[in-house]
Every structure is written in C-alpha cells, then in structure tokens.
C-alpha cells in the first residue's frame, strides 16, 4: 500500500476522533477508580480487478464478467495477510440469459425462505418499492467480505399471454441451499399484475443439546435433514394503489409446518390540494418456526403506517420540495424461555426533508423501544429505549459532478443490558467527486468516508470513542475495472 496513503488515512482519523482528547472528558474519565484508557487501531485494505468482455454474439457466443477481490489485513509493522479471496464470473446472452458462478449472494425471492421476519426500521421518509420478483444475484465488492460459493441462472422467455417477459430462476450454494422459481407479469387494462412462486430445499445443520449452555432446556433439539418448502408472491398497481403480498410454509424438523407472510401497501390519496402518501405494512407467522437458515421466528407480528405529506413550491420558493412523514410501527415478539411470554414493543419515528435542486436537508427524530405491552419482561429481551435524532445534509452538482454528504446523530439511551443509561453521539462525512480531477482513466480524487462514534454514561463520563476512515479509488480502463481501497479504525476505550 502506498504510504501516502496510509499516512493521510492515519492523520484523518485522528483528526475526527476528537473527543479523547478533551482535555475535560479524558480528565473526568481517568479519574474515576481503577479506570484506564485502551487504544486499539486496526487497518485493513486490498482491491481488485473486474473484466467485461461483451461481445456475446447471437444465441451461441455470450458477453462475460469475471470479477476478482483481494482483502488484506494491514499492519505497518508486519507483512500483510492475505484474507478470503473472492472470485465470480457470469456469462449473458442480450437479456435472456444470465449464468453466475463463485463467490455470489442472493436477493430477492430466496431471502423469504430465510428471514421470517424483515428489519422494521420505520423511516418516515420512505418510498415504496416492491420487492424483486426474480432472483438477484451480486459479485464480490472490491472491498466487501466475500460471499459463499454458489450459482445461479436467471432467464426471460418469449411474451405470450403476458405484456412482459416471464422470468424463471434457479440457485444453488455451498450452503446445501437450492431455490428456484418463476414470475408472471399481466396487464389488464389499468391494472398491473404479477405473480411468481418459488419453491426451496435445504439440508438444516443440527441442533443438539449443549449442557454448558442455559438454552437446552429452551430449544428442541433436531438432527440435521434435508427440508422443502414453497413461497408464493403477488403485486398490484391500480391508479393510486400499489399492493405487495407474500407468504411462505416450510417443513420442520420436528413434523409439520411452518409458516410466515408479509404485506405492504402505497396509497396516494388523490385529494386536490392534500398531497397525501400512506404507506404500511404488517408481517407475522406461526411463533418458533424454523426458516432455512435455522433462526427462528420470534416477531410472531409486526405492523408500521406512514403518512407523508409533499409539496411542490418549486415555482414559488426557488425550486423547494417540502416532505414531511410520520411513522408508528409495533412488533410483538415471544421470549425465548420455558415459559415464553408475549410482550410488544414499538417504534416512532418523525421526519422533515427540504429539497433544493443543489442541496437536500433532512432532519428525523426518533423513540425507539417504547414499552406497549407487559412491562415485566425482563430489560435484556426487549428492544433498547432510545430517543434522539438524526441530521443529513447533502450537496450535489455545486461542483460538476462532485457530492458531498454530512450526517450527525445523537441518541440516550435507557436500561440498556448493563444497566445503566447512556448516550451515543455519532457524525459521519461522505465525499464522492466522481469526475473531479479526472483523468482519461480515473479519477485523482478518492470516494471517502468517515464516521466517529462516542459513547458516554451520565454518571462516568467518557465510555469510548470509534472512528472508521476509508478510502477507494475506481479505475476505469478498457474492457477493465480496477479498485483499490484503504480503511482504518481507531479506537479509545475507558475501563
């Protein structure tokens, strides 16, 4: 790695983690008993090399994309270590065809199967987007951890009875996973349809009792055997309606099924002068039932609504766009006891966006983990209280083809699982220059990242502080890509 590199990334972070060296903060945090101050810094990098021939011909010869990443682990004072090495390629012929091999991660259709119950962030600014109808399939990053061995193939026959081409796939992997399905799209009138299904069989490692572990006596133990299952999806988009369903039953390893599904809907209210946008959704299953990956389902519901209201003053406030939402989500979720107990927690969440034709403000503010039903569950089973907020800023096209993005977050938090409050303050700083000093084969200037977060308790003070800087260049030559990337983080920890 170059050493200017590394020295600039070196100055960088110390420069952000400016909080362990406030003189007050540091004094009161090694002045409590027996405390002391650990830094630790870690530095990783690699690249990589991405190779596109497309010159595929007709129904014999296809275009191809091979791709190649290299992660090392960093040390100035040592050789670099070579980490997993990730490697892919896919052959395509126009659209009709895609081959995957090697190292590559799925989405779509075959995260159904796997995660029973999805992430509910409730972002009050959201828009909607149906979820993919077909498999999607990604190569390795230049600079993300490399994924199992797998492939795929992914297909679009003739159009027939549907407006669209109907889409037919099918993944394997390492895993001892293989999903496979197809995608229907319709056209009646006004009326947008599409239907696909899927269908998965998977070998489930085994569950055994382990006797210095407090869950035996919470978890049913099973052998590993193989399992099927089924996914069915629907969309819908009608005027001022969009409609996403999807639900699932697989086999378990103690007899019977399980089962899980998912809904979410847009409405855009069409009210003169009451720009009003809903969207929500709801999500559960049969409580304990095991998904392909072997996690259970604990959030037997969930449900959000988000009203947003927009307003076009382009042509009266110098081209602003005012957004603002409101978002409430609840989840209730079963103990992983003896005894489970039933307990919901939820999450709301307010949010103001500005946008300029140069500039876009969004501020969100937030209260997470609010105690809905049966308070007497114990602090460590629920979600964390926290309250807070977010700023973002972002500049684009002030420069010709340079962003610039700047976010600040700050959250208290209560009744954490040690027991004690504390607060979280976080800020981060995004630069992407695309064509900024520009050359005929890359651009002079690296997309960087930087982020610090700091952690203090009310009572002692200064906890720890974390600052993550990265950089990465991509070049662009003929028929080749090239990345190159650097990160380092540093970290202060109070004891």
Request: net charge neutral; charged share 15%; glycine share 12%.
């Amino acid at each position: 790695m170059d050493k200017k590199i590394f020295s600039f990334m070196v100055i960088l972070s110390w420069c952000l983690c400016f909080v362990p060296t406030n003189q007050g903060l540091y004094a009161q945090a090694v002045s409590a008993e027996n405390s002391r101050m650990e830094q630790e810094i870690t530095s990783e990098g690699g690249g990589g090399l991405e190779l596109n021939l497309p010159y595929g011909y007709g129904d014999f010869i296809p275009g191809v994309t091979a791709k190649v990443s290299l992660p090392l682990e960093l040390h100035p004072w040592e050789n670099p270590s070579v980490q997993d090495v990730a490697t892919a390629i896919k052959l395509y012929w126009s659209n009709r065809m895609q081959v995957y091999g090697g190292n590559v991660s799925f989405g779509g259709p075959t995260s159904l199967f796997t995660t029973a119950a999805p992430t509910m962030t409730v972002n009050p600014l959201a828009a909607f987007s149906f979820p993919a109808a077909s498999v999607t399939v990604g190569l390795p990053g230049f600079n993300g951890s490399s994924a199992v061995y797998g492939g795929a193939v992914v297909a679009s026959l003739g159009k027939g009875f549907a407006k669209d081409r109907i889409g037919l796939w099918a993944t394997g992997s390492q895993q001892k996973r293989f999903f496979g399905g197809l995608a229907v799209p319709l056209t009646l009138g006004e009326v947008q349809l599409q239907f696909s299904s899927a269908v998965g069989v998977w070998f489930l490692e085994d569950q055994l009792f382990d006797w210095e572990d407090e869950w035996y006596g919470k978890e049913l133990p099973y052998h590993g055997m193989w399992l099927k299952g089924l996914a069915l999806e629907g969309r819908l988009t009608w005027n001022w309606i969009k409609l996403y369903g999807g639900a699932v039953m697989v086999e378990q390893p103690w007899g019977g099924f399980g089962y899980w599904g998912r809904l979410r809907f847009y409405l855009d209210v069409p009210v003169r002068n009451f720009p009003l946008q809903v969207l929500g959704g709801i999500s559960g299953g049969l409580p304990d039932s095991i998904t392909a990956s072997g996690s259970r389902l604990r959030e037997s519901f969930q449900s959000y609504i988000n009203p947003q209201f927009t307003w076009d003053l382009r042509e009266k406030f110098a081209g602003l766009r005012l957004k603002v939402g409101l978002a409430f989500g609840a989840n209730v979720k079963n103990t992983d006891e003896d005894r489970p107990q039933l307990f919901s927690d939820g999450k709301l969440r307010g949010g103001l966006e500005l946008q300029f034709p140069l500039w876009r403000l969004q501020l969100v503010g937030d209260w997470l983990g609010i105690r809905l039903h049966n308070p007497s569950v114990k602090e460590s089973l629920r979600s964390q209280e926290k309250y807070g907020g977010t700023v973002k800023f972002t500049l684009s096209g002030g420069i010709p083809r340079f962003s610039l993005g700047l976010q600040g977050s700050g959250h208290y938090e209560r009744g954490v699982s040690v027991s004690k409050d504390r607060i979280v303050a976080a800020g981060s700083v995004s630069i992407m220059p695309k064509e900024i000093g520009r050359t005929l084969l890359f651009s002079l200037v690296p997309q960087m990242t930087a982020s610090t977060e700091m952690i203090f308790s009310p009572v002692q003070g200064f906890h720890s502080a974390t600052t993550e800087a990265k950089a990465s260049w991509n070049m662009d030559f003929p028929l080749v890509k090239v990345g190159i990337w650097v990160a380092l983080e540093l970290k202060h920890t109070t004891q």
